[in-house]
């Protein structure tokens, strides 16, 4: 199973760009990874998907290097609303190999 | 409409008891699965089935049983219950078995157990 390290907390002022980065030394060859959002009382939410190199949505960018040993999220301009626990998710395509979720990054968004 | 719903969004019970928790989709999906969150927030996998067959156990005692009626339905019976069963139990649901495919999750059950 994939080990994967977030950490544990990020502050942030409302504007900024905030980068969270995820570790999974042992990514196996048909793992993805995704992020998820989780707001207090609700469940995660997906958030963006990538196997390699960049992938950006309406919300996110996700940076993979060509080892994929690590991804990172970004976020442009957040708000406060974007404050939230965000979690990296490594799993794979086989539907015997169960989804790792990292522990979650709690991101505070400063007025 | 809510996509993945769960009742009940509160459980509170006495060590001993039996409880279920109910969990219904409505997008069609193929696949359906019980998430534990602890009080650190740690996300860990229970169970997965597709198409109303177990494909995923995860190491969790055999006082929990999922029972899945059709492919739109995971319920999760928990019986003796104990203090360290206390947590937020999701489901979620994703297309397909491959699990490239995104999680769509319900809000959670918060279980109390006293």
């Known amino acids: 199973l994939a080990k994967i390290t977030q950490p544990i907390s990020m502050d942030s002022y409302e504007g900024q760009e905030v980068n969270i980065t995820c570790s999974h030394n042992?990514?196996?060859?048909?793992?993805?990874i995704t992020w998820y959002q989780q707001f207090p009382s609700q469940g995660p939410r997906f958030i963006i998907q990538?196997?390699?190199t960049k992938v950006t949505n309406e919300v996110a960018s996700l940076f993979i290097p060509a080892d994929r040993k690590s991804s990172t999220l970004s976020l442009p301009r957040v708000s406060l609303s974007d404050t939230a626990v965000y979690y990296c998710l490594v799993g794979g395509r086989s539907g015997n190999t169960p989804l790792v979720f990292g522990k979650g990054t709690r991101l505070s968004v400063i007025a | 409409d809510t996509a993945v719903s769960q009742t009940p969004k509160y459980l509170v019970t006495q060590m001993g008891n039996d409880k279920s928790i109910k969990c219904e989709q409505n997008l069609g999906h193929d696949t359906m699965y019980w998430y534990k969150q602890d009080s650190k927030k740690f996300l860990k996998i229970m169970f997965s089935y597709n198409n109303k067959e177990l494909i995923i156990n995860e190491t969790v005692p055999n006082r929990f049983s999922p029972k899945s009626p059709d492919k739109a339905h995971l319920n999760l019976h928990i019986n003796s219950l104990e203090l360290g069963d206390s947590a937020v139990y999701f489901c979620a649901s994703s297309r397909g078995e491959s699990y490239n495919s995104p999680l769509h999750f319900g809000n959670g059950t918060r279980l109390t157990v006293t």
């Open positions: 990538g196997y390699k």
């Open positions: 042992n990514i196996a060859t048909n793992d993805y």
